[in-house]
């Protein structure tokens, strides 16, 4: 019996849906650039910085965030337990440095070097982020949408779940939520070291309906933290209140461990009965047919590097870093997104500031930040899952429903534009929601066009058009208009502007013009997407999927187990029987 147990507790832990957890539990703690808000004022009052200079350090928290080339170049040539790795130091070496000299443990570092600081460890989450999701996708090639949406909706709700840890451990001391965040996020990823890793692709039957669980799992943790946001902000809560919270979101955080188990305690009463019956191995040596043989084929010779960007594969197929990058159908998208992902981001980076402009009061802006949070992880949940669903049930595009979401977030800018009573909070959800659904949208779009090989660092591609699109759309439209139409306000009172003191705008018209751009600006992404539509329509209405099923080679015979990863050819004999049966099983 216990050595059972052991033959059992070492199954969950080596199996797919355990590294499904794990990776869950990674990216819970993997939003340190969203609570940027809570510790930036110690930031500004400890090292003696002003207004711009704050901004300077956001610019590049952003830029760090968003750029994670690195990561998926690192993962190209490594396996995913060094990419994790570099993730974890980077992550407590940075925002160790931010805390010492928070604290003036260290002399006054340089404003270039704060920037340096925080760029590093916001860059640093792009490595678990690249490291667990791209993983998990190659494993779940079927289920991609499902895998992303999940992943990157807890990217989403982590800062809200960090947020109620920091209140467990440290009260209302935000010099020491620094600190947190850069042991917490580096901790998770080295416990699972050994647990996320590349896998033999099996296609189960109840997969998606396991995904289905784990979201169920998800949504309650969202509705959960929606709920005790709300408490807090009426209710001043103590110490022990926070602790109580805080373990719950945990014991929710974890409840997916108990779907993993069942999972794998079927699986393993399965192949318990299937070891007691040599019917289906005597099958299997009787019909050759029964085993399937993908031949690896021979290789093409190689072509001039110039000759062989512009002779792209079928979409599908495996595309080189260069071939993706070059070809039209990721211009239209980093063009789309720059567009819908870049006004959603100066909507969600101006919101403090809207509202005050609006004549909201202060808890109200605490509100919408939480609305808009919790949104942006129901987008990203709920877009994938519906996608995923549309596409393999009725043959529904992909690109069509970003193109859909782009445009509902017109919606919601031009309900900023126009300033109408008590539309901010429709604003939040609008926005909220869209921005999240693009992200999981674009990222499984991508590793659908361009094939899965390289993955690593088109994810990471894709995701460059976040920060252009915010430097746009935030600094050199919405900043900029916002400090006119405070000049002009203070001309108006024949006021003069004093030099280090930022500028406040009150009224609608302070964001009337930059709004009315970026709903304009959203329009012409979606209009681009629509072109992405357009040229997909033939390969949406294929089978997408089919090549992962005809390479994926199951063997559920008496005993059989093939390793992951392996290439030759793997012999079993049975005494019994007398036969012997010979699987080759392609390098995934």
Known sequence: MQKEMKSFSLQILSSRWFMIFAS???MSVNGTSYMFGLYSGDIKKSLGYDQTTLNALSFFKDLG???GVSAGLVYEIMPPWVVLSIGAIMNFSAYFLIWVAVTGRITKPLVWQMCLYICLATNAASYPNTGALVTCVKNFPESRGSVIGLLKGLIGLSGAIMTQIYHAFYGNDSKSLILLIAWIPAIFPLVFLRTIRIMKVVRGEKELKVFYN????????AG????????????KFTRAEYIGSATFVLALLFLPLAIVIKEE??????KKQTMNDHYQLNVVAENPSAVVTKPLGAKLEPLSCIVSIFNQPDRGEDYTILQAIFSIDMLIILIATTCGVGGALAAIDNLGQIADSQGYKTHNIATFISLMSVWNFLGRVLSSFASEIALTKYKFPRPLILTFVILLSCV?????AFGVQNSLYISSIIIGFCLGAQLPLVSAIISEIFGLKHFSTLYSVGSVSSPIGSYIFNVKVAGHLYDKEALKQMEALGLRREAG???NCSGVHCFRKAFVIVTAATFFGFLVSIVLVYRTRKFYKGDIYKKFREEAVVMEADGVNIPPGETEAKEKVDANAGTSTSIITPNH
């Open 24 to 26: 869950l539990l990674i």
């Open 214 to 221: 784990f979201l169920y799992t998800a949504l309650g943790l």
């Open 224 to 235: 959960f933290i929606m709920f005790i946001i709300i408490i807090q902000n009426k209710l």
């Open 65 to 67: 965030g968003n750029l």
């Open 265 to 270: 305690f079927a699986l393993w009463q399965s």
């Open 412 to 416: 919601g800018h031009i309900l900023i």
């Open 501 to 503: 003191k930022e500028l």
